[in-house]
């Protein structure tokens, strides 16, 4: 069974400008997560898609950062413009999300490691 | 804020058991306890989870206390790959509630030789 999958794995860009990531879930995932966690920090919950609909966006920077999930599967997370505190990596990770017995296990793909100079 | 608490590093022997203990005094009913560990420069990676029972699989053992306010998570037989921060979260499971997911520090695990 194929993993997560993200691209790019690493980004370098300047202050102010703007950047995408891309993540494809494990093929039947309905849950899709997108963690921000900076450097000896534990992951930041960023967003949360069950199938296409956002159920959990309370911790995204709404001005500059977005994201989407295009007929339930791939999703992008866009940053614009982007800021020095920026720098982290970027983890997407998929679930089941099915209730009743767990469900919830997130599967995490290897992440994007962003660099704002 | 993290609904658990967790020490934030330990040591331990090559070969020996690694107890990691996780503290989370408020969780509810619904809520199962999950475990997850990162290795440097990886994504988290799934171990376990567990509602009320002891759980077991190849990777690990969870056994959570009779009230549910605490557990911990054994590594039978620690090796050097075991090394990575280990992460103890909860979250409801009901269909109807979408809990935020909330990640603490973790606790740093460091086998030694």
């Known amino acids: 069974e194929a993993g997560v999958a993200q691209s790019p794995r690493y980004k370098i860009i300047e202050k102010r400008q703007s950047v995408a990531f891309w993540c494809n879930p494990i093929?039947?995932?309905?849950?899709l997560y997108w963690y921000q966690q900076i450097l000896g920090q534990g992951p930041k919950l960023l967003i949360q898609?069950?199938?296409?609909?956002?159920?959990?966006d309370s911790q995204l920077p709404k001005d500059r950062f977005s994201a989407e999930r295009l007929k339930g599967v791939d999703s992008t997370l866009k940053i614009q413009p982007a800021k020095l505190e920026d720098s982290a990596v970027y983890l997407c990770?998929?679930?089941?999300?099915?209730?009743?017995?767990?469900?919830?296990?997130?599967?995490f793909g290897p992440g994007t490691r962003l660099t704002v100079t | 804020d993290a609904k658990t608490t967790q020490p934030p590093s330990m040591d331990c022997a090559e070969g020996r058991a690694a107890n990691l203990p996780c503290n989370h005094s408020?969780?509810?009913?619904?809520?199962?306890v999950y475990w997850y560990r990162q290795i440097h420069s990886q994504g988290p990676q799934y171990i376990i989870h567990?509602?009320?029972n002891n759980e077991t699989n190849e990777m690990a053992s969870l056994i959570i206390t009779e009230d549910r306010k605490s557990s911990t998570l054994i590594l039978p037989h620690a090796t050097l790959r075991d090394t990575a921060v280990y992460y103890c979260?909860?979250?409801?499971?009901?269909?109807?509630?979408?809990?935020?997911?909330?990640f603490g520090p973790g606790t740093s695990l460091s086998v030694i030789p």
């Open positions: 990770a998929s679930s089941f999300g099915t209730a009743g017995a767990g469900g919830y296990e997130q599967y």
């Open positions: 093929s039947g995932h309905a849950t």
């Open positions: 898609f069950q199938n296409n609909g956002v159920v959990d």
């Open positions: 408020t969780i509810s009913g619904n809520e199962y």
């Open positions: 567990g509602l009320k």
């Open positions: 979260i909860v979250r409801s499971d009901l269909k109807t509630s979408y809990d935020k997911v909330i």
